[in-house]
């Protein structure tokens, strides 16, 4: 017994090691990567001055379909076909434009999470200053407050490194999810697209 115990004790000690060396690895390997991940995907936004993209946005059980056209810094487009309405952000202000109804609503772009999104500076910022919440096979996601308090989560194409989403809460305590599909980096858009009408015009 004394003998077996005198051997037993180091090759014990030798399988922890390993054990404890394998899950050292393990770990730096998944830091790593998610590092990797993260340099990737910064590299890839700062490249990024124009989106063209299809969307699907839900609000409560509500959805909607359509296209978005987003230029750097604060410049965006939606299309909404069936509803004949549009979503503008020409900079300063954000407009709801209803054909149907030939009524334009308008709101300050610094009081909408947009604001936020819309800003390149601010990506880049979430991307390097921000930990992901998780990183899926397919998805590298980020949750943050923006300056008016409201939780914004954000989706990037793990593959792409191009955003895909995300979701908010809107003024009625809606959760609004937007997913986006077929993207287009790098398009030229005219300025011209983000003019808001005016309501005699519609």
Request: positive net charge; charged residues 30%; contains cysteine.
């Amino acid at each position: 017994m004394l003998v077996r115990g005198k051997f037993y004790r180091p090759i014990l000690l030798k399988k922890l090691n390993i054990i404890f060396l394998s899950f050292f690895l393990f770990f730096s390997l998944v830091n790593f990567s998610k590092a990797n991940i993260e340099e990737k995907l910064l590299n890839k936004y700062k490249t990024i001055n124009t989106l063209h993209f299809d969307f699907i946005q839900k609000i409560g059980e509500k959805v909607d379909f359509g296209n978005c056209y987003i230029k750097y810094p604060l410049l965006m487009k939606c299309e909404y076909p069936k509803k004949k309405k549009s979503i503008i952000a020409n900079g300063k202000k954000f407009a709801i434009v209803k054909r149907r109804y030939k009524k334009i609503y308008y709101y300050p772009l610094k009081k909408t999470p947009l604001f936020y999104l819309l800003k390149k500076e601010n990506i880049l910022e979430i991307i390097q200053n921000y930990k992901p919440k998780t990183i899926t096979s397919d998805t590298i996601e980020y949750e943050l407050l923006d300056n008016n308090l409201n939780k914004i989560n954000i989706f990037f194409d793990k593959n792409s490194l191009v955003i895909s989403g995300w979701k908010t809460t809107d003024a009625y305590s809606n959760e609004v999810s937007f997913l986006i599909k077929n993207s287009k980096i790098n398009i030229t858009i005219n300025n011209k697209i983000f003019k808001i009408p005016r309501e005699e015009d519609l």
